[in-house]
């Protein structure tokens, strides 16, 4: 007993360094190795620096012939989506309070805007304090249809997490450091019905 919990410790510290051990083990090991492995592999993936690393070992082992060990993975499996789906509100809501808090206006999907889900437009009427930094809490919002920036900081740099909104059909830029180059990423906005640009440092060729 001594001797497998102390094995168990060593696989601990090792962290994703483990991973091949743990599922081997978790496959062909004993009922108690088998379980021992789940559990120090369950350990792992509750940081959140590990948990993809982790997530294609329990898809395997969940797919494994052993029901006993396709199971056990399958219920971690599980309890993984929920805590990401937790973590990814937490973030959600965070960000939602942040580009508030500098001036933003957001709108939600109806039926969706009591989870605080479904953001479907973020404006800055007065967007002084909107830079490039504030650009990749705004592309958390893959279902994001319509931004609207006044008056911002931003650069070409922070037009690049445009490329994340793969549902945007509605942009307007007024006033703003933003250059042909910057710009260019409009082109791959293929949802995109309405664009707006005004006082940017853009070529008339653009």
Known sequence: FDARRAASEQLARAGVHALPALEQGGRNGDAE??????KL???????????????PVLERLAADSNKRTAAAASA???????????????????????????GAEVRYIPELSEYGDGVEGIAFSDGRRVDDSVMPRIAIFLELKRLWLRETK?????????????????????HAKITD?????????TRLEYLCLVNLEISDAT
């Open 33 to 38: 190795t088998s379980s021992a492995c789940l």
């Open 41 to 55: 592999l369950e350990l792992l993936g509750c940081d959140e620096e590990n948990v993809e690393a982790v997530i």
């Open 76 to 102: 971690q499996l599980a309890i993984i989506a929920v805590r990401e789906a937790e973590r990814i509100r937490r973030a959600r809501q965070l960000n939602i309070a942040f580009i508030q808090s500098i």
């Open 154 to 174: 931003i650069t070409d740099a922070g037009m690049e997490h445009l490329a994340e909104l793969p549902n945007l059909e509605s942009l307007m830029i007024v």
């Open 181 to 189: 180059e910057g710009l260019a990423v409009v082109c791959n906005l």
